[in-house]
């Protein structure tokens, strides 16, 4: 650290903290996972409902994820020319329109299908900047506040697990008592709230990029990220990981367990419930984590928690008895607990501080690039084989690629702690 730094560091240490800018965020960052938890129940639900058609549902699951992957990696070296604040009350409010937009159109002139898919298309778009852009300036608020960053990191990760279990539920039973349509604006709702709360609370974070300097850079920019990303085995094999399980995960919530669920129990409710357990026993796991995860072995830890939280769930789905799959939930929650925080930690530590949007940015687009072919091929293959002979094919899939952690060698760097 050379002298400057040193002057910098010296004076913010001198400076009283500053708490509430990191809570604000914290806040606004749960309402805005609540609402994004309405929107994964609620959209396809409603599709189900107005068209009965498992086979819509994916396409819908479809053109909802295609456009996170592209906004993902075109985005990222546009928060550094908005900023980062800037742009994730950009993406709160652009979710908000486009949800707001459905029940809208439905409850008036009447909505088409392929109005629904350009509204969901444009819904998506801003909504990976949006992500980008909080996690980015997370670290920033965490040492405003004088908090660890660890701690940040995994507070930041378990609200958003926790905000599965209010969510889920909240979706449950608003969609039995005032229907999918009404729904819907209490989700366009939660977004609007989200970016007050934090357009508000939060200082602004200036453009590490002016807009319109260097222009004809901006691939150039991104291309930086691709590179370093390449140049990193451990980092790449993460990703092909995260990308099949991802995948699988997306076709599982957006399309197989909405329509098996409605098949088996007729009911939104316990579908709000399995997705409310899991979130709140993720959450639980993110604290537990948290406390003595800097103790475990990362690559152990990583392929154990990533097998019990993921691919035994499609399994033990075809045991159609409530309490079984809510407990079973309740421990895949709290085996993935670890999973994101662990993972952040290894990117933070590898990734140069100058480029974290667009690391995160590319990694994000990388590990979503298969999610909307799994949930458009999903509700094809259910309609083939059938729910529950998917279930059992997805589920051997997401344990070999789980599994691969523990035998991959280039892995073994996972342990090597900076």
């Not at 662990?342 to 999610?371: H, K, N, W, Y």
Request: with cysteine.
């Amino acid at each position: 650290m050379n002298s400057a730094q040193q002057t910098v560091a010296s004076a913010r240490r001198q400076v009283a903290p500053r708490r509430l800018p990191l809570y604000a965020f914290f806040t606004g960052s749960v309402i805005s996972y609540v609402g994004d938890v309405l929107t994964l129940l609620a959209i396809p639900w409603f599709v189900l409902q107005t068209t009965g058609s498992v086979t819509r549902t994916g396409i819908t699951a479809f053109f909802s994820t295609l456009p996170m992957i592209l906004s993902a990696f075109f985005g990222s070296a546009l928060v550094d020319h908005l900023g980062y604040k800037r742009t994730s009350v950009i993406g709160d409010i652009a979710s908000c329109i486009a949800v707001a937009l459905i029940p809208l159109l439905y409850d008036t002139v009447g909505l088409a299908f392929w109005q629904l898919l350009a509204l969901v298309f444009l819904g998506g778009l801003l909504k990976s900047p949006g992500i980008t852009a909080r996690a980015s300036m997370a670290p920033d608020l965490a040492e405003m506040a004088r908090m660890p960053l660890e701690r940040a990191n995994a507070l930041s990760d378990g609200l958003s697990r926790v905000s599965r279990f209010i969510g889920a539920p909240l979706a449950g039973v608003l969609i039995a008592v005032i229907g999918t349509s009404n729904l819907l604006w209490f989700d366009a709702l939660s977004f609007a709230l989200s970016a007050l709360l934090i357009g508000l609370a939060v200082p602004a974070t200036p453009p590490l990029v002016k807009i319109g300097e260097h222009a004809e850079s901006y691939l150039a920019q991104l291309w930086e990220g691709v590179r370093f990303i390449r140049r990193d085995a451990l980092i790449m094999s993460i990703i092909v990981v995260v990308l099949v399980t991802n995948l699988l995960d997306a076709a599982l919530f957006s399309v197989i367990q909405p329509a098996y669920i409605k098949a088996v129990f007729h009911s939104a409710i316990p579908l709000g419930l399995l997705v409310a357990s899991l979130g709140g026993a993720g959450f639980m796991g993110t604290l537990i984590y948290s406390a003595v995860g800097h103790r475990l072995p990362r690559r152990s830890t990583l392929g154990i928690t990533y097998t019990i939280g993921g691919a035994l769930r499609f399994w033990v789905l075809l045991i159609p008895i409530l309490p079984v799959l809510i407990g079973w939930n309740i421990i895949a929650g709290l085996a993935i607990g670890a999973i994101n925080p662990l993972l952040d930690t290894v990117i933070q530590q590898r990734a140069p501080v100058e480029m974290r949007a667009r690391v995160f940015g590319t990694l994000s687009a990388g590990v979503l690039v298969g999610v909307p072919i799994g949930t458009f091929a999903s509700g094809y293959l259910a309609a083939w084989i059938g729910l529950r002979l998917s279930l059992l094919v997805m589920g051997a899939i997401y344990m070999a690629a789980t599994l691969s952690l523990l035998v991959n060698p280039t892995l073994k760097g996972l342990d090597q702690k900076e």
